[in-house]
């Protein structure tokens, strides 16, 4: 008995020996993720993406250990959360900021702190309006070999959309007048994404050699519900002038297309309608005829490039400062095909 017990006491020793030594090998890499509001539809996907893709990559030895922030889309407030991370020590930062205009101050001082940064899908304003750069506006980004951007360049976004109407048999001009009129529900104006948007999307049509002309044009800050009541506001002062309905997101498509079904118009039939993103919702209204278009804003691509390059950080690997994630056309086309 004597010696069986001591067999088990040196057994249960080498064991609570290894468990240590196994604890000792596991790194535990703290991860801090500011998004700039949580109610955001298509943020949501890209957050429960970054925290799916994450997981996926844990080992046995390697971990993360992932902490969000909901901005609340109030700069102040992402400030502290930033703040926060900083003082918690952590390894790498994904940020997703409520104003590019900010994005100077805060790279600062994460950079000061020596934590890596990897912002995404708000690309803090890096051209005019021709396209040149604007150095100063990224210098930050550019100057820091710990700092990168991963997004998708909205100007294709808002192309794809134009071009969806150009590609139509009478190209949007519905009641043949010669001209394509529009309405334009648009997204945070200070936001690259809905700046581009609403300039490519008119100037598809433009470079193809359409006429065009903007009923009205208001700011949705890519919420449905504004964008229902935008739509359905423009619907009465301009009935059947409208032709087409640009939204610079399908959160605010889905509003619109409630609002145009709600005041007894077609989708297809007497109005066409384009929004950007390509939610679950907004391309089963396209399936169904609903919608005449929208754009994949491929949150994995983008949640899986920003998750990769965050990794490379944490590893000391060298990265680029900048990772674009192109945009796919969603129009009855490319439905039918899937
Ligand atoms: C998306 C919008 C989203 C915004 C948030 C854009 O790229 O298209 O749906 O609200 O990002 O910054």
């Given amino acids: 008995m004597k010696k069986f017990l001591a067999i088990l006491m040196a057994a249960l020793m080498m064991i609570s020996m290894f468990a240590v030594a196994g604890a000792e090998d596991v790194k535990t890499y703290k991860v801090g993720v500011a998004i700039y509001q949580y109610t955001d539809n298509f943020m949501t996907l890209y957050r429960n993406e970054i925290e799916a893709y994450f997981k996926t990559l844990e080992t046995d030895t390697v971990k993360y250990e992932l902490t969000f922030a909901d901005g609340k889309n109030d700069m102040a407030e992402q400030t502290n959360q930033i703040r926060n991370f900083i003082t918690q020590g952590m390894n790498v930062i994904i940020l997703n900021l409520v104003q590019t205009s900010s994005a100077d101050a805060v790279i ?33 980004i550019l100057n820091n070999p710990t700092v990168c951007y991963v997004g998708a360049d909205a100007r294709q976004s808002g192309t794809f959309q134009g071009k969806m109407v150009a590609d139509l048999p009478n190209h ?61 506001n423009a619907l009465t002062s301009f009935g059947y002038d409208i032709e087409v309905v640009f939204c610079n997101n399908d959160a605010m498509a889905l509003g619109a297309a409630t609002a145009i079904t709600t005041a007894g118009r077609v989708v297809g039939e007497d109005i066409y309608l384009l929004g950007v993103d390509a939610l679950e919702e907004a391309v089963q209204l396209v399936r169904e005829g609903e919608m005449t278009g929208t754009v994949l804003n491929d949150h994995i691509g983008q949640s899986h490039a920003a998750v990769d390059v965050a990794v490379k950080l944490l590893n000391g690997e060298a990265i680029e400062n900048y ?3 192109d945009y796919v056309m969603v129009n009855q086309e490319y439905v039918n095909a899937q």
Wanted: aromatic share 10%.
């Fill in 172 to 232: 949007g001009d519905i009641n043949g007048d010669g001209v394509i009129s529009y309405i334009m529900i648009e997204g945070d104006p200070e936001n690259i994404d809905a700046q581009y948007r609403t300039e490519f999307s008119v100037k598809a049509l433009t470079d193809a050699g359409y006429e065009v002309k903007c009923l009205d044009d208001q700011v949705g800050n890519w919420d449905q519900t504004k964008g229902q009541e935008l739509c359905a």
């Fill in 108 to 140: 600062d001082e994460i950079v000061e702190a020596g934590i890596p940064l990897v912002l995404i899908n708000r690309e803090p304003l890096a051209y005019d309006a021709d396209g040149n750069t604007i150095d100063e506006a990224y210098e930050g």
């Fill in 323 to 325: 990772y674009w994630v």
